[in-house]
């Protein structure tokens, strides 16, 4: 007879870890899901494009005349310039932020 109480009462002391152990199992379920509709949504796009090779006279433009690299200093600087140029329009038009 005390051993059944005791079962219950062992019982009755798990349930926050049931009830934890139920949330943490919804919650993997839930991100299993994102992941399987993921998963699908990538096998129904398909494989990506192939890669296209420049011809090889870009190669030595390249080398006398570094665009990318070029374009990879002043993107920062003409970003910084852009954003500078709507917080000072936004301060002349509306004073002080």
Not at 52 to 68: H, K, R
Request: hydrophobic letters at 50%.
């Amino acid at each position: 007879m005390l051993s059944i109480l005791d079962d219950i009462i062992e019982v009755i002391s798990f349930i926050p870890d049931y009830i934890l152990y139920a949330l943490e199992t919804l919650i993997n379920g839930f991100f299993s899901l994102i992941q399987v509709a993921l998963e699908a949504a990538n096998a129904l796009l398909g494989g990506l494009p192939g890669v296209i090779t420049p011809p090889g006279y870009l190669e030595e433009v390249n080398w006398y005349y570094p665009v990318g690299t070029l374009i990879s200093v002043a993107t920062p600087f003409v970003t910084l310039y852009i954003a500078w140029l709507g917080i000072s329009y936004i301060y002349r038009k509306y004073g002080a932020l």
